[in-house]
């Protein structure tokens, strides 16, 4: 078995609406002294898809509706943030002095619908007023990249992109699976047994939430300036896969 | 910046009871390629560590207590089973047809106690019977392991000890820091500032679990085949460390 190996790509130059981002990954990619095999895993933070497909929003743009006024009153957050942040989502989980937990309208439960502030920078205006929003279909962006990767090079390849999500019942964030495409999102174990041929009871791996934790560690929290890796040595078979894989059902959610 | 390089350590021999567990884990990387260097992490899996320790419980030796009873027959696990898992959790969260999820006595939160059946092999009798308990006291188990690899490698190094675990939300395990020793659990953010200026919003990363997820993703699920994984290019500097800095405290726990 080989090494998992996680290289920083570091030349990805700061992202633009509308830059064609599949392009900017490879050409940082080639840069690079890496080989580019079959098997391999790119990582992109979801921040520089979100940059590309132009998702800014401006705060003084947004009309505040009641129900926004509702929740801003008890999270003690600026009520246009909080528009934005119910209009990305399904449904408010919790909502307490400074946090609003949502199911995201992709269907991951996060803070803040996944809207940052950091590292933004807007076209015009007060730039505190710039808010960018998570992409809009992370699994259609990453078969994007996927694609055009694999169409470049030959070599059959899968794409995560990731973002860092906080816990119940730990502290710290940790890197997550948002999008994928071309690798399993979840490993199914489910009749395999054990070195002394008992059935395993722990049945699925998250594999691509591992390796979205793993991209992580090394990306850094802080800046753009690692918004890709490359990963070497995946240790699953390549095959389609589709975010929703990684989403528990709600009835099957003991902690909603 | 380095790659984060994980390898796995397959020359480790299957753990008894009593066995010298850090001189064992030290031979096995010693019979990999590795160089040992300033910085690296040691990944190890908890089975080997709960074994080594003799956690071996055998269910025909459990005295089952009437609230054993109650919630084995909510859960429908074997009531000595379940008088276990009691016995080594604080608090019962959830307890449904299937699922009974704890607060370990060691302070996370997880399915069963963290018991485990698979590749458990007991002294005596019915195989069935033996269960496997976390390690007593995780930290201590990584501190020790710690102490003697650095003793005898003069490298100053970190110890984590891992085990896999659900997550609210999302479907499929992850692999999750128990123990940690020398290297920081949490890395705080705090007064950073991003590329324009902003201060950052998320203040603290999970490292270790992030690291613990990396390594759980080339341990696999089905063996102990790779209890050992060697990590070189961990982007954090080396500190003392507690495994309850994990620990979100449980008035600040919305999803309890």
Redesign the interface.
Known sequence: ?T??????I?DVPLIQPGDDLPALILEGLKKSSLDIEDGDIIVVTQKIVSKAEGRLVNLTQVQVSERAKKYAAICEKDPRFVELVLQESNEVL?C?PG?I?VEHRHG??CA?AGI??????GPWGN?EDWELLLPKDPDVSAEKIRAFIQAQTQKKIGVLIID?HG??????????CIGIAGFPA??D?RG?????G?K???T????A??????A???M???????PVVHVH???YPLRESHFP????PKDL????
Not at 116 to 121: L, P
Not at 168 to 176: E, S, Y
Not at 220 to 226: L, Y
């Open positions: 078995m090494p998992l190996t996680l290289t920083p570091r919790r307490r946090t937990i991951f439960v803040n940052d502030h950091s590292n933004v920078k730039q860092s816990r119940a019942w730990r502290i710290g964030t940790v890197g997550v979840v490993v174990m395999q047994s054990d070195m002394f008992y395993l009871r722990v699925q791996v998250a594999a939430d591992e390796l979205a934790a793993a992580s560690l090394i850094g929290q802080a800046t753009e300036h690692i040595g995946f240790p894989e990684l989403v528990r959610d003991m902690f909603r």
